[in-house]
């Protein structure tokens, strides 16, 4: 059995350190994605990097069960794990797939995300020897420098697209570089760019039955403003009926994690994810004293220390060290000097009766203090979206609700 079934029991006689998963939150998150959206549009939930550290297998599980009718995957490997746990929808490649991983995409009937004459020939030669036709998605390059072909080219591939009688263009998308920028004007362009090819694709007679482009940002804040007769319809959701977009792909918000400050306000979502761990060993030392590695802490009185059984091998960054806090008896407890790769030090002197195995959160909320991934990441200097995938393989997941 996979030690992501395992019971609590079992979980009681491990170091408590665990991230715990509610899949109440997911399904919150999902739901606020929906109606953000308009009816007719589609949602690609992007589950990758193990669900951006939630557990891929059990958060596709929970989206599925609300007919969620669409996933995304960074590569052939995550979209296998999916078929394998008994997602039925279909799985966008999203991070694109390299000649050798072409029989597998056919096997697991992956979607893959072309953006190259070369793989689609491959593609298309390996569907008609097995004798079948294959979705893919066309990917374009509106801005993001990343994946996909110049929309100039795209004509290029119309002609190829053409003469491949063994591929179906399933959809066409493109990518945001900053769509949770304040200033809108380059994601507008990019916006205009990406019509304007699709445009041109159905003047050759190419119309892809799905086209996409919004990440989490772009959903909470779409770009192309509706025409005033829509507008009272429904706020963001028109932008995109309008355009003719009509799947999105939500990942760090599906998370409840926010993609920037400015976007709090614009939307409700709850975090899924919380970070916990117990006291492993308390001690008093004395003012001078210094913690940890380097001695970057020394106690300026005589204080009481926490050591946590939680490090960076586990995913929480050193460069946290002397910076974040961790939530203890409802209140919170400054890091104390170097974060070690398999212990943390907090220093509780104003925390009254701390024990030994006390809960100490590290992400999540306890009593009336929160910590999201949000303000760790900017302690660390970072994005929460590094943040959550970077909590380690050794981090047990538990599921509740
Ligand atoms: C990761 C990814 C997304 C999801 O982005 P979020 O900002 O997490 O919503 C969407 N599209 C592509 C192509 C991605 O790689």
């Not at 590569?75 to 999916?82: K, N, S, T």
Request: hydrophobic residues 40%; aromatic residues 6%.
């Amino acid at each position: 059995m996979p030690c992501h079934h395992r019971s609590k029991e079992t979980l009681l006689e491990r170091r408590p350190t665990i991230a715990v998963i509610d899949r109440e939150a997911l399904r919150h998150n999902y739901r606020q994605i929906r109606s953000n959206i308009s009816q007719a549009t589609k949602v690609l939930a992007v589950v990758k990097a193990n669900a951006y550290g939630h557990g891929d297998v059990e958060t596709a599980a929970v989206l599925q069960d609300l007919g969620c009718e669409y996933f995304g995957v960074a590569m052939p490997e995550e979209g296998i794990r999916l078929r394998e746990s008994g997602i039925s929808m279909p799985i966008l490649i999203l991070g694109g797939v390299f000649p050798n991983q072409i029989a597998e995409v056919f096997e697991f009937s992956l979607t893959p995300v072309v953006f190259d004459l070369f793989t689609l020939r491959l593609i298309n030669e390996f569907a008609a020897k097995k004798g079948l036709i294959k979705d893919i998605h066309l990917k374009l390059d509106t801005g993001m420098g990343r994946l996909g072909i110049r929309p100039q080219d795209a004509l290029l591939l119309v002609q190829e697209l053409s003469g491949a009688r063994h591929i179906r263009l399933e959809g066409v998308l493109s990518h945001f570089a900053e769509a949770e920028e304040e200033d809108r004007s380059f994601s507008k362009k990019q916006a205009e760019l990406f019509l304007k090819a699709v445009q041109s694709l159905r003047e050759s007679g190419i119309s892809p039955p799905l086209l996409h482009m919004a990440n989490s940002a772009a959903i909470i804040a779409p770009f192309l403003s509706p025409s005033p007769r829509v507008r009272r319809v429904r706020k963001g959701a028109v932008a995109y009926k309008d355009a003719g977009f009509n799947l999105v792909r939500p990942g760090l918000m599906l998370y409840g994690a926010y993609p920037s400050e400015r976007l709090m306000k614009k939307i409700d979502l709850k975090p899924a994810l919380a970070l916990k761990t117990r006291v492993l060993s308390l001690k008093k030392i004395d003012a001078g004293f210094s913690v940890s590695y380097g001695r970057r802490f020394v106690a300026k009185r005589n204080s009481a220390i926490a050591v946590l059984p939680i490090g960076y091998a586990d995913g929480y960054m050193r460069s946290l060290s002397n910076k974040s806090s961790v939530l203890i008896r409802g209140k919170r407890a400054p890091v104390a000097g170097v974060i070690c790769m398999d212990l943390t030090m907090c220093d509780v002197t104003d925390i009254p009766d701390v024990r030994e195995h006390d809960e100490a959160v590290l992400i999540g909320s306890q009593g009336s203090e929160r910590i999201t991934a949000e303000e760790i990441a900017s302690l660390a200097g970072t994005i929460p979206y590094e943040v959550l995938c970077g909590i380690s393989a050794r981090v047990p997941r538990v599921y509740i609700s």
